[in-house]
């Protein structure tokens, strides 16, 4: 509607400042001739809005206008409340500033708009972090931060998984990424997109120097090459198991990452694939006991062989001090 375009021009030259027709025409997904028609509207209405044609042209206000209009429907008013997830803010430091923002929004709100922004505080709430997902190192995002918006480079002390001793890399940020309740930094290295967790960052300096980006690449861009290097990382060892009706539920959640195809249930049993990197990797599998059985390949059926028999051994050994050893010093 029209109406919305014209306030969707006011509040974005109310935030950038002078903006481009054509940049503003390919935002609002319209022609350039629509826009200049759209300033002449607000301008017939009394903002005071103008362009300048030419290379260094735009479209801008008027210096010192300002209008109290937040332009917010009803489900956009909800959205923002929905926004206050709980986790991401606290990381970075920005809890107490998240709940001033909201509590500036809603006095700006239409009043018919504000008891619904109120229930939907209290009636939805976002937790980003997984069941059981275990006690999570502390992190401290000051250093990361600094880096990301001051446009510098950044010397990193970094522990890879796996690896006993931090290497030490040079890397210039795009951003920090917040996935599944866990931080990463998104950084060229050498040219090249990588992703560094940030529990794993020993030590953090901002260097002098500015960051050099590749062109036209942004946070979410570079974001996306890596997230598909991750989930469609290829190689990996086919895996065909069985899983009992009575754990199939749990068995995919916990396995959700390494599945590669749905579950074909015949009678008690399901069948299934999944994709392992490595034959140890099979071991996990053992949490499920006698409810899971791998029907192959056989290197992966004789690995958990192997540790089943381990387990077995440790658990059939007599631990030196115990009742049954005492009982057997005593009839020497």
């Known amino acids: 509607m029209k109406s919305d375009r014209l306030l969707s021009i006011l509040l974005l030259l109310q935030t950038r400042g002078r903006i481009p027709a054509r940049e503003l025409a390919e935002r609002l997904e319209v022609s350039v001739r629509t826009v200049y028609r759209d300033v002449e509207a607000l301008s017939t209405s009394g903002v005071p809005v103008y362009a300048e044609r030419g290379r260094h042209g735009g479209i801008e206000l008027l210096a010192g206008f300002r209008t109290d209009v937040t332009g917010l429907t009803a489900d956009e008013s909800r959205a923002l409340f929905i926004l206050a997830a709980q986790g991401a803010h606290a990381a970075l430091g920005l809890d107490a500033a998240l709940g001033s923002a909201l509590r500036k929004v809603m006095a700006a709100l239409p009043a018919p708009h504000r008891p619904a922004a109120e229930v939907t505080s209290r009636r939805i709430l976002v937790d980003a972090t997984r069941w059981k997902g275990g006690p999570q190192p502390a992190v401290d995002l000051d250093v990361l931060q600094d880096a990301v918006f001051s446009d510098r480079r950044l010397r990193l002390r970094y522990r890879h998984g796996g690896e006993q001793e931090p290497r030490t890399y040079t890397v210039d940020p795009y951003g920090l990424v917040s996935k599944a309740g ?5 950084a060229d290295r050498r040219g090249k997109p990588q992703l560094f967790r940030a529990d794993r960052v020993r030590s953090a300096t901002v260097l002098d120097d500015a960051v050099r980006r590749r062109p036209g690449v942004e946070l979410a861009d570079a ?24 754990r199939l539920d749990l068995f995919l959640r916990l396995m959700a990452s390494s599945l590669i195809s749905l579950p074909e249930v015949e009678g008690d049993w399901a069948t299934t694939r999944l994709s392992l990197g490595v034959v140890g990797e099979a071991r996990q599998l053992l949490q499920f006991s006698d409810r899971v059985e791998v029907v192959s390949p056989p290197e992966v059926r004789e690995e958990l062989a192997r540790a089943a028999a381990s387990v077995t051994a440790l658990y059939q050994r007599v631990r030196p001090g115990s009742e049954e050893t005492r009982r057997s010093a005593g009839s020497l």
């Open 223 to 246: 974001w996306e090459v890596l997230r598909r290097q991750v989930e469609e990382r290829p190689g990996g060892i086919d895996v065909i198991v069985r899983v009992r009706r009575d």
């Open 182 to 186: 866990v931080w990463y930094l998104v």
